[in-house]
């Protein structure tokens, strides 16, 4: 089991930044995923990005060029740095992790259903 606590966030204008971490504690797997994802009221979750124990990266492409996720060596923070954030970002931010099953051997994914522990969220308000 994971458990995943997030932390940062908060409000800021259009063009401004933001930096999220996701404390991770538990069972930190080498085949560990860990994602953030966002839901904005009124909308379904939505991947942001994802990283895997070699470093490999997956960014929606509409935080592309945008949004940086990375990760201390120790696996134990995932941050999520956010840059030129728009009105659009704004949305309840997960962090979420899954281990991957021997046969996946594919960089992390940004589906939903694949994540099997969420953090409590934190709230991230982009003013225009």
């Known amino acids: 089991q994971v458990q995943l606590v997030e932390s940062g966030g908060g409000s800021v204008q259009s063009g401004g930044s933001l930096t999220l971490s996701c404390s991770v504690s538990?069972?930190?797997?080498?085949?560990?995923?860990v994602a953030w994802f966002r839901q904005a009221p009124g909308k379904g979750r939505e991947g942001v990005a994802a990283?895997?124990?070699?470093?490999?990266?997956n960014h929606a492409d509409s935080v592309k060029g945008r949004f940086t996720i990375s990760q201390d060596n120790t696996r134990n923070t995932v941050t999520l740095q956010m840059n030129n954030l728009k009105p659009e970002d704004t949305a309840m931010y997960y962090c979420?992790?899954?281990?991957?099953?021997?046969?996946?051997?594919?960089?992390?994914?940004?589906?939903?259903?694949?994540?099997?522990?969420w953090g409590q969220g934190a709230q991230v308000t982009v003013s225009s």
């Open positions: 979420a992790a899954f281990i991957k099953a021997p046969w996946f051997d594919r960089i992390c994914t940004l589906t939903v259903p694949y994540y099997m522990s």
């Open positions: 538990g069972h930190i797997s080498s085949r560990l995923c």
């Open positions: 990283i895997d124990d070699d470093e490999k990266t």
